[in-house]
């Protein structure tokens, strides 16, 4: 297939990222927001919580958005997301397509892009710093844990592409590339699980099931996100028959 230009890139990305936005906006609908609603109650039944930012003091903050707001707001969040991920996957294809190196492929330089986002994005916080739902809180402050899960990112970035670059080299195996490649990722997982501190609950959650579920829903619904993503990539880079 003919390798597309910067606007048929950036059509392709973004076209899959409305689909991907789209089918995470049904399954947080109909899964995550009625967890994240229950949270919400369970945390104005039981007082609330205290953010270890702010221990110490005694300022009660008003949310400035209601539930009500925040459903109408999550589908334009899905979408805005879509579109930075869509745009950050045509700057990649856009500059490497002028050089001689590119891949062969587009749909496997593009499921191999789109698989190296998603183990930074998903894989290492999921198995690190999984979610938290409203009134759950960690004994670090939200500051730290921004600061904690970007070096999840950039970690996660260096090994997804230290992989790519293994498995794209012609000096080795195909068996040895993907061992090798596998043995990175497997190595970057490991720093991620050891490496990073801990970031154990303040106090025990009310109720661990509603923890559990809410954690996996907020994970599914991104790994739902990435498959939508790749799958819509790879219809789109279909090949077509050529115009008689």
């Known amino acids: 297939m003919t390798w597309p230009g910067a606007g048929g890139w950036l059509r392709i990305t973004l076209l899959a990222a409305i689909a991907a936005a789209v ?3 049904a399954f947080d609908f109909a899964v995550s927001e009625g967890l994240v609603d229950r949270a919400v109650r369970l945390e104005a039944a039981t007082g609330g919580h205290v953010d270890a930012d702010a221990a110490g003091k005694a300022l009660a903050v008003p949310e400035p958005f209601g539930r009500r707001a925040q459903h109408g707001g999550l589908v334009v969040a899905e979408l805005v997301y879509g579109a930075g991920v869509a745009f950050l996957l045509a700057g ?10 590119r891949p062969r492929s587009p749909r496997r330089f ?3 892009t789109i698989g190296a986002f998603a183990f930074a994005s998903l894989v290492l916080p ?4 999984p979610p938290l739902p409203p009134g759950a ?3 670090r402050g939200i ?7 970007l070096g999840l990112l950039l970690l996660g970035v260096a090994g997804a592409a230290a992989a790519a670059f ?3 080299r012609p000096l080795l195996r195909r068996a040895e590339r993907l061992a090798l490649a596998a043995a990175v990722l497997g190595g970057t997982l490991a720093i991620a699980l050891f490496g990073f501190p801990d ?3 303040a106090a025990p959650y009310p109720d661990p099931a509603l923890l559990d579920r809410f954690r996996a829903a907020a994970i599914g619904s991104q790994a739902l996100f990435w498959t939508v993503l790749a799958a819509a990539a790879w219809w789109l880079l279909r090949p077509r028959p050529a115009v008689q």
């Open 110 to 112: 593009l499921l191999t």
């Open 126 to 129: 999921a198995v690190t710093y």
């Open 137 to 139: 809180e960690t004994l």
């Open 92 to 101: 990649a294809a856009a500059v490497l397509g002028p050089g001689k190196r």
């Open 199 to 201: 970031d154990p609950l």
């Open 23 to 25: 089918a995470v906006s």
């Open 143 to 149: 500051s730290e844990r921004q600061l904690l899960y």
């Open 166 to 168: 293994i498995v794209g």
